[in-house]
């Protein structure tokens, strides 16, 4: 059974065949070429004594010989000058601008000698003397025959006619590469000088700046030569950029709509010339041309996926081994996008955003005058609308993007000059802390107490609304795939957020109606973070970063009057308080339950404040708020806000602390209870590590409490934390028999008998060095008995200082009723025995050694 394709497919596949038959019979024919010509080469004997490696060379022929070109012609042209300038005084300048005439026709027309023998880079060396010597010809002709001629007016006709000269001498000259640059960069002065020399206003010297960025988009568009283009271009983007700048400046300085008017058309004819040049740009291309052979296939699929090599000269296939003939073919690369035409999109899109701001500039600057100062942003803003609204999408799409994205600039430049506006909005409340309850002020301006021009931006909510309704049109008309989506609902919904929150002080609203009011910009947002179906979403993100802000703001202004406080207060901790159990997700529940604790430790304070409370009973009002996050989060254990609440009880406790540090007997009050509510939270499981923090607020509310109590004896300070701390290495070394002693019991008995030792050295009464040499001799015989080293070493030598301390009166007398030779004597004995017995000390040594080793 036999299965014909159809006649298109067929026909595709004959192509491609045919395709590959005459790529594989180019590559032969291209080796046989290579091994024909290797054949009639005469093979030169080697010498054997020559070296096997040849010298490296640091520089190659080609490049010392465009060094001694460049350097001969720069000796040339420094010649020219000086022998146009100082040398031959007594020819004359006549005569010296003959001799240099004729020299320059003779460097012009010299590379067309050299160009035919195939010498181009001397010819180019040569024609860049020409070129030099031309400039020099010009200043010449200036001296002798125009000796009278304003320089700036003689420089614009000059530097316009070389430009001219220069372009048709590269023209005909096409091999070389200076003289068309050159042209180009001499066209960019004829306009400007010509502008100066007329003393023109600063309008005609911006359109002398748009006519030679004119010249630049042609030159770009149409002109020829490897550097002219990218060069062109250059020249158009800083003359349009300089033309665009100063009659945007002029435009804004204007005072009228009939001095507005003539930057404008100005700035109108920068559009045109942009927008041209956008439309002209060639669309950059994909991929480079099809070989030769892929041409004849109509469309078909590339023959073959390898190519020949060509070797340097051309002839035949080579290998990266240029003496080696190549034995394989090489893979053909990829097509890669034409370098040149490669980067026209991106020049189209900026041209199109540069006529868009310029149009902008224009339409807006012409109607800035006949409005208030406060809509002069505005009307930028909406002619930056309009221009949106009139972009068609049948336009080519770099153009549709750079006049997009010329609106965008605008209104985002919009949207920065009203941020002042909300900003002093949001912070200025602040000043209220230090003030409380002073008073509610009569409008929102007064409360905010800012020296910021209001009658300028009471129309910024305006704009900001604008801006965020742009945002939320551009998420409607994207892709429901678009990556812009969520950045530009994010946008609409924090500049909606700010529109409205700064819209009171633009109205100056009075102080109710504007507490009010942000207390809804508050819960507003906070409803869309907790209704979110996508709670971790950058939106649900927004709209509670708002929801916060806002709760911040209007707490801080609500402390001008009492009333506001405790009610700004109370509503916060509901709808925090709600959102915390209704949300969902892993951001809005934790937030919402560390703002309603702080909202909470805030009502607690107010209630202090409003009974007239010392600072120290506040502390204890609101050492409530901990105890109650740490019930609250015991109950919920594992959910996401119980952290969050036991880390902001926390924080309301460290304040509640510092509130009674003034009264002692309080704070020690508020230690001990901060120290249950830390026991309390430590019997969890997950919690344990808490308990450290339970145990130092518990001894620090006994210090507190003893110091309160003018007790100076040390050991009642210091057995308070012996006790529990030898209790602990009691339940330590049972759990763990190989515990040190010195971890388990050393730090629990170095915090008594340290302390108590330095007060009995200094102790004349007998008591307290009687116990603690009793204390000491117990814990010595303990860790005798119990074998533990920290115990005996410490005992030991506590019972030693005690006992030297106790003895050294009697000392002292004895030695002083002594003869004087006698201490001595005994000194010299001693040492004679200790010399006499040295060994047998040592064994002993070593074997105390030993054995307090072998204790733990």
Known sequence: MENAPPPAEELVILDRELGQIEARRAQLLARRAWLLSAMQQPIAPQNPFAPQHAPHNDASPRSAQNVLLTLGGILLTIAAVAFTLVSWGHMGIGGRSAVLGAVTALALAAPALLLRRGLVSTAESVGALGLALTVLDAYAVHRVAAPDTDGLAYAAVSSAALAALWAAYGLGFGRLRLPLPAALITAQLPFVLWALAADASPLTLTWALLATAGLDVAVALWGTGRAVRPLACAGAWLTGAGALLSAGAMSVAA?????????????????????????????????????????????????????????????????????????????????????RAAGWSSHAVAASAVAGLAVLAAVGGVLRPGVPDAWAVPVYVLCAVALLAVVRANLPRPMVLGLAGSSGAVLAAGAVWALPLVAVTLLGPGEWAQRAWSGAPAGVREALSSELPWSRTSTAPLVLLTV???????????????????????????????????????????????????????????????????????????????????????????????AATFAVLGVMLALFGAAAVLAKGAVTPPVAAAAAIVYATGLAGAAAASAELAPHHAGLAILAVPAAAAVLAARIRDHVTALPMEVTGAAAGLLAIGLTVSHAPTLALVLALSGVIAAGTAVRADRRPVGYAAAALFVLATWVRLGASDVVTPEAYTLPVTIPALAIGVLRRRRDPQASSWTAYGPGLAATLLPSLIAAWGDEHWLRPLLLGAAALAVTLTGARQRLQALLVLGSAVLTLVALHELAPYVVQVVGALPRWLPPALAGLLLLAVGATYEQRLRDARRLRDTLGRMR
């Open 468 to 562: 965020a309704a742009v945002a939320a049109a551009t998420r409607r008309l994207s892709a429901p795939d678009s990556t812009r989506r969520a950045p530009a609902a994010c946008v609409a919904l924090a500049l909606a957020w700010a529109a409205a929150y700064a819209t009171p002080a633009a109205l100056d609203l009075g102080y109710p109606a504007a507490v009010t009011l942000y207390v809804l910009l508050a819960a507003a947002p906070l409803a869309l973070a907790v209704r979110a179906t996508a709670p971790g979403s950058p939106l649900a993100l927004t709209a509670l970063a708002c929801a916060v802000a806002s709760a911040l703001s209007v707490s801080l202004l609500a402390l001008a009057a009492q």
């Open 255 to 339: 005072t009228n709509s009939t001095d507005a008017l003539r930057p404008g058309v100005l700035l109108l004819a920068v559009a045109a010339l942009a927008l041209f040049a956008a439309w002209r740009a060639p669309a950059p291309q994909t991929a480079a041309p099809l070989p030769q052979t892929a041409a004849a296939t109509s469309g078909s699929e590339a023959p073959s996926s390898h190519t020949v090599t060509p070797s340097p000269d051309g002839r035949a296939p080579s290998s990266p081994d240029s003496e080696t003939p190549p034995h394989t073919i090489a893979p053909a690369p990829h097509a890669a996008p034409a370098p």
